[in-house]
């Protein structure tokens, strides 16, 4: 018990501290350029994932699009999620991430200025608004991703996806890559206090999905595909992870 409470407080002291430290940071590099940051985000997540003694492996990256930016979707367990992705994927990368996130001090405006994406999630003009400008950006400058679940599951069972992934992707024209994390949600669950120590995390890309030639009446079937596509590869990150729910 109490080597538990000391792992949480040694991983909650750095999270805080690094995040602290890197904010700025990431701010500042941004200020020209976004991808200037991408660096110092993989510091922060690989720091991070070090300090929760997060054992952590990634396969399939190599199917990764090179020469066009993607959708990445993504099913969701836990804060560590977003961590275990910048710490494998060298794309440049943002998130599509809940509005209460940008409202923590330094970390909330790094991640905006950082080119991340707040919704309310509720489904209004204002999420529209940010996801319509997300497909400009998709078009010219970034890649994105998405958590399709719109929230994180609690016991690590898939729920159904979202549309808002399978829309941005029909919209720019642009390829979607789905992916899936196991072992995140051992590490601190969601409601939890205290961190687990040593987790095995593993990350599994697949391979891209055209959008070309689909219309927004192909949205709810290319959602399917991709509820299929991330759960095979779950099944798979779950027997490397060796977290079973």
Known sequence: MIRKLLQTAFAGTAAVGITGVLSPVVSALSLRDAKDADGVLVLWARSLLA????????????????????????????????????????????????????????FGPALRRAGNIPVERTGGAGDRARLSEAVTALRERVS?????????????????????????????????????????????????????????????????????GLTMQDRDALTRQLEDAVAELYAEACKRSGDTP
């Open 51 to 106: 300090s929760a003694g997060v054992r952590h492996e990634a396969v399939g990256v190599e199917n990764v699009p090179t020469d066009t930016h993607v959708v990445f979707v993504s099913n969701h367990q836990s804060h560590y999620d977003a961590l275990v992705n910048f710490a494998h994927i060298r794309k440049h990368t943002r998130y599509v991430a809940k509005a209460e996130l940008f409202r923590i001090p330094l």
């Open 144 to 212: 994105v991703l998405f958590f399709a679940e719109g929230t994180r599951s609690t016991d690590g069972r898939l729920r159904p996806f979202k549309k808002g992934a399978a829309t941005l992707a029909i919209q720019a024209g642009v390829p979607v890559v789905p992916l899936a994390v196991s072992g995140t949600r051992l590490i601190l669950p969601k409601g939890g206090r205290a961190v687990q120590w040593g987790q095995r995390v593993a990350l599994v890309v697949g391979k891209p999905i055209p959008t070309q």
